[in-house]
């Protein structure tokens, strides 16, 4: 697979870019997490330097990025100042719960986006049709975030569901079905909102990928040989117009993500977007870093992901 | 080519035939209440004799295709009837329907945006066939083979993609898989347009020998009037959605009555002497 090698090797040539100018826009933010400790009397400015030179920021960026690649060539992500802990098992935690999140809304809102996509294209210009696009103006204009305080608001005032964090208090007393259930219920809010901020997008392709390929020619034939309405739908039209929307759903993968990041520090998920933030705001370098590539491995993967697909499901992508 | 048209029998009862068929497009603008209607058929009368090539030509927008469509029963009308083999088709529900449809299949100008890009030869022409369970399994291979070498297609070439194919070779397809069904009735819906003269020539000489051997009746769409001028059968004008001028071509050809068919005519004589003006221009 000649295709699928190149797309590896620009992965990883793409991660090599994104570290490189992670560090490079962190060096060019003033002051570092230490400086804060320097306005502190009770510290001798001998303590903070000693801490610079035994975190290695004495060190000039080339110097700081080179060993940086080398300690996470063996698996070493580098130190948290904040958290005291080493960045490799802060970021897996919080990446396992991002990957939960996300992986879940993209699966839901590609659930509904194809059947409603077909749908719709089928019956072009009838109610159905113009009430779906009306609606799915509507949540495009919306900006995300309006929508997810609109629906924490109704949460918090019909307390029908858990309105942040993860997980209840006294989650591990609970049995294992129980704290299934629990975690279903906190995922229920920041899913919706996810689902309901990428929906109307990947509806409104869906469609309109399916009008270009009903007018094709191909598909007169076959109604022309007596095909059924879903064999035609599903079996012929969509396949047809599948390939946009297979590096559109690796796509999505990315934008969910960016997304999500957004929602989980509104609704308070312990993912890589609250960690982030605050990684950032204390300068915590090392954490930022980590998160930004753990963030753009989960995007490559997503898009990866799609070329795979391209090339199992289109038989052309392979001939070539 | 070898191509006589004089020795067809007469008219007998008509394979299929139109009455009144109308069929009017609506546009509506999104910020007005203007209406744009559009004429593409208005009072058709046709009659398609069996085992004869009628020709239908006239200029792009004259609704050619519609009138395709409505006989192909992909669309349709808004008043009027067609009659085939003697019954009222165009009210059809869906059962009817589904015992009509293979016995008229249409061929269309565009051969690539007729065969699923996603098919192989072999899928693409066992499609109806498998719709219709006609066969299953091996038998639609073989099936689809045998159509692929009555085509003159190597039936080597029963797992290749469309786009592996030549121009002519997909049009070669596209008619294996429209016999498939052994129809009665194939619309050809400018088929031959898009192809080099040789080519053309070909599939010519191809459509005219399954006439024979399937018994067919052809309804061509064309633009190409030489060339309607040597096959046709009958010939039938259209413009505007109407049908302004039928008979032989020799009669058509020689004496048009109607003024749009000589407007075609000579326009078409036009574009020949300007061409033969530029080719000699060119090599002077």
Not at chain 1, 91 to 106: D, E, K, P
Not at chain 1, 210 to 236: D, N, S, Y
Request: proline content about 5%; some cysteine.
């Amino acid at each position: 697979m000649k295709y699928l090698e190149r797309r590896v090797i620009h992965g990883i040539l793409l991660l090599l870019g994104v570290s490189v100018l992670c560090f490079l826009f962190s060096d060019l933010a003033p002051g570092s997490f230490f400086d804060e400790m320097k306005l502190n009397p009770q510290i001798s400015s001998e303590t903070v330097a000693a801490l610079r030179s035994q975190y290695g920021l004495d060190q000039s960026l080339p110097v700081r990025y080179g060993r940086w690649v080398k300690s996470v060539a063996r698996g070493d992500w580098g130190y948290s100042f904040a958290y005291n802990a080493p960045v490799r098992s802060l970021l897996i935690v919080r990446a396992r719960n991002t990957l939960l999140l996300t992986s879940l809304a993209t699966l839901l809102a590609w659930m509904i986006a194809i059947p409603l996509g077909v749908w719709t294209a089928s019956r072009r210009g009838r109610w159905e049709d113009r009430l779906t696009m009306a609606g799915t103006s509507f949540f495009l204009a919306v900006p995300e975030l309006v929508v997810a305080l609109g629906f924490l608001f109704w949460v918090v005032r019909t307390r029908a569901l858990p309105a942040g964090g993860m997980v209840s208090v006294g989650f591990d007393n609970l049995g294992s079905w129980a704290k299934l259930g629990d975690l279903a219920a906190h995922l229920v809010v920041p899913v919706t909102i996810l689902v309901l901020a990428s929906l109307p997008i990947l509806v409104r392709h869906v469609r309109a990928g399916m009008l270009g390929v009903l007018k094709a020619p191909f598909i007169q034939a076959a109604r022309g040989h007596g095909i059924g309405r879903l064999t035609l739908l599903f079996r012929f039209a969509l396949p047809a117009a599948a390939n946009p929307l297979i590096s559109l759903f690796g796509l999505s993968i990315a934008g969910l993500l960016s997304g999500s990041l957004l929602v989980e520090v509104i609704m308070g998920w312990p993912g890589l977007g609250p960690l982030l933030l605050e990684a950032s705001v204390s300068r915590d370098i090392y954490v930022v870093v980590g998160a930004v590539m753990a963030s753009a491995l989960f995007m490559l993967m997503g898009s990866f992901l799609a070329d795979v697909m391209l090339v199992l499901l289109d038989p052309r992508v392979r001939v070539e | 080519m070898g191509i006589e048209s004089a020795a067809k029998p007469e008219v007998k009862a008509a394979l299929m035939r139109t009455r009144g068929l109308s069929k009017q497009f609506v546009q509506r603008s999104p910020f007005s209440r203007k209406k744009f209607v559009i004429d593409a058929l208005v009072d058709v009368d046709l009659e398609l004799a069996p085992g004869c090539l009628t020709a239908l030509v006239g200029e792009s927008g004259s609704g050619k295709s519609t009138l395709a469509s409505c006989l192909a029963l992909l669309e349709k009308p808004d008043r009027g009837g067609i009659w085939f083999e003697g019954n009222e088709i165009s009210r059809c529900d869906a059962e009817e329907l589904a015992t009509l449809r293979p016995k008229i299949q249409m061929v269309f100008q565009d051969s690539a945006g007729a065969l699923n890009p996603r098919f192989s030869a072999g899928q693409i022409i066992a499609e109806p066939l498998e719709i219709q369970g006609r066969a299953t399994g091996r038998n639609l291979r073989l099936r689809a083979c045998e159509l692929m070498e009555e085509v003159g297609l190597s039936p080597d070439w029963v797992d290749r993609r469309p786009s592996q194919f030549s121009g002519g070779q997909r049009q070669r397809l596209a008619i294996a898989r429209a016999i498939a069904l052994q129809p009665a009735f194939l619309i050809l819906d400018e088929s031959l347009s898009g192809l080099d003269l040789s080519t053309q020539a070909q599939i010519l000489n191809l459509l005219l020998d399954l006439q024979t051997t399937h018994a067919l009746t052809y309804l061509l769409i064309s633009h190409d009037l030489s060339l309607v001028g040597q096959v046709a059968d009958f010939v039938a004008v259209m413009q505007q959605g109407r049908i302004v001028e039928q008979g032989t071509p020799q009669k058509i050809f020689a004496h048009p009555e109607h003024p749009h068919t000589r407007d075609l005519l000579n326009s078409c004589r036009v574009i020949e002497s300007a061409f033969r003006t530029a080719q000699a221009g060119g090599r002077s």
